[in-house]
């Protein structure tokens, strides 16, 4: 009778983070940004149609790096679960805390249970009365919340980026001057900012009445960049 | 539902961009028309009862009266008929109130929960046919005395000019070139329009067209609500153009109804 080859846990769930973390250290960064306007959301991303921000709900917003089909169906799920707690319940019912939730379960069940762990990271973003109402959350391919505060960088450059936004992140930005900044540490440390047609910006406003999700694209941010 | 997970299927069942389908794959006891009592059962339900969709040069204007009746009792004097189904686009009803709002939160859902899966909005030809099955789903009610009869106007930006389609409890879906209305009160409401209705009608005319029309229908129809100058209460209308969907403020309407008082009612034997 053959014997199994006996592998630790240990093992088993580090080959499973080491090989997320790989597929999502390939992709572009992105990064999300309290501003005095509303949360801005700001990706390098050269395509016009396969979208990495989305709109979730009416103050809710959506962002993942890593594997497109994976965070698609994330993304996906994400309204499914919203809309259909709004129809049950009430529009102000839904909020990004449970999604966070909801997503966290959905990744450590995959992360434990399936073949391959989903090479993702997400987050969930929810515009408040005020910067201090904001909430970001950043979710791990394990299932791992982040509850962020002020910015929130995902992806593989994130440390380095994170770190060169930490020195020029400031409270109360105006909604241009955050995405400014968002393009311009998306670039690198020392590199020129990104121009408009590799990036793809997404942001919530704060005085939106009722869906607060705009893209900001074409030439409105050509505009916005420029000037 | 289930809040801690999130709702994922196989290839085989997805319901795609379909909020409708999503609802019957997850909670089927929530889509509208399931398990339906109607007025051969004997209890009193609630209806709306007139409104109305002019096509004006710009866009559309919806209105709708204000009364909601339960057999010969008056259920509601501020009830509203007229809603946005998204930025583009109104829907008003006329028939079984509980339903209705069931269908107008359905549909308002739909056409959002389309919009954010694909990534863009339906064409407004695809909007009236989504409306068009929910209408037919509610069949079954219908034959037990629950019909609602829905208007579906608005923008169409694609064609750039207003568009109105109407229904009947069957699903039956026909485009207006004009105008519409629907509910007891919808024929005079209708006769009154076609009276006065003219090709690049202006914002202002059509808004106090429909106004009148639904004082017209008031005036005939026992069911239609007219202006309550002891409460204050007066219809509801709504406009939408290359702006969007808007409704107009209570204090436009009711100085434009001011101004309607003590017309043709008075002297001329209607």
Redesign the interface.
């Known amino acids: 009778m053959s014997m199994p080859f006996y592998v630790s846990p240990e093992q088993v769930m580090k080959d499973r983070a080491d090989y997320a973390r790989k597929g999502i250290a390939r992709g572009r960064s992105l990064v999300a940004l309290e501003s005095a306007d509303g949360i801005v959301i700001v990706a390098e991303n050269p395509s016009r ?1 396969l ?1 990495k921000i ?3 709900y009416d103050r809710i917003a959506f962002a993942g790096v890593g594997k497109y089909n994976e965070f698609e ?2 993304k ?6 919203a ?6 319940y009430s529009r102000e019912d839904v909020n990004a805390r ?1 999604l966070a ?3 966290a ?2 990744l450590g069940n995959v992360f434990t249970h399936e073949m391959k762990p989903y090479e993702v990271e997400i987050l969930v973003a929810q515009v408040g009365e005020s910067t201090a109402d904001d909430e970001l959350f950043h979710i791990l391919y394990d299932g791992t919340v982040m509850d962020e505060e002020r910015y929130t960088v995902l992806g593989g450059q994130a440390e380095s980026i994170a770190e060169t936004l930490g020195n020029r992140y400031e409270d109360g930005l105006s909604l241009d001057a955050a995405v400014k900044l968002g393009a311009s540490v998306l670039g690198g440390a020392d590199a020129q900012a990104l121009a408009p047609e590799q990036l793809e910006v997404g942001v919530l406003q704060r005085a939106a009445a009722k ?1 607060a999700f705009h893209r900001i694209k074409g030439d409105e941010l050509v505009a916005l960049l420029g000037s | ?1 289930n ?6 299927f196989a290839a085989g069942i997805d319901p795609g961009p379909s ?1 409708v389908e ?2 019957r794959r ?2 089927p006891h ?1 889509v509208p028309g399931a398990g339906a009592v109607g007025e051969g059962s004997g209890l009193p339900i609630t209806h709306g009862t007139t409104v109305v969709a002019i096509r004006f040069a710009d866009g559309v204007v919806m209105g709708g009266d204000r009364r909601a009746t339960s057999g010969f009792t008056i259920a509601s004097r501020r009830i509203e008929k007229v809603f946005p189904a998204d930025d583009y686009s109104g829907i008003a009803f006329a028939g079984a109130a509980g339903p209705a709002s069931e269908m107008v ?2 549909f308002q ?1 739909q056409l ?2 389309y919009e ?2 694909e ?1 863009e909005p339906l064409s407004f030809e695809g909007k009236a046919n989504q409306l068009s099955q929910l209408v037919r789903g509610n069949l079954p009610a219908a034959m037990q005395g629950l019909a609602v009869v829905p208007l579906f106007a608005g923008f169409d930006e694609r064609r750039s000019r207003g568009r109105v389609f109407s229904y009947d409890v069957t699903g039956g879906r026909y485009e207006e070139s004009d105008f519409q209305t629907t509910g007891s009160g919808g024929v005079h409401a209708k006769n009154w329009i076609k009276a006065f209705w003219r090709e690049g009608l202006g914002l202002d005319e059509s808004v106090d067209l429909a106004l009148r029309s639904l004082f017209a229908a008031a005036d005939e129809d026992a069911a239609t609500g007219g202006p309550d100058l002891v409460r204050r209460i007066f219809p509801t209308i709504a406009v939408v153009d290359i702006a969007g969907f808007r409704m107009l403020p209570d204090d436009d309407i009711e100085r434009r109804a001011e101004a309607q008082l003590g017309g043709r009612e008075e002297g001329a034997g209607l």
């Open positions: 149609t979208f989305s709109e979730i169906m994330l996906i799920a994400g309204v499914r679960h809309d259909l707690k709004g129809y049950s449970g939730n909801a997503y379960q959905t869906r | 539902m809040e801690q997970r999130l709702p994922v909020f999503l609802l997850v909670q929530d939160k359905l859902t959002e929960h954010k899966i990534g």
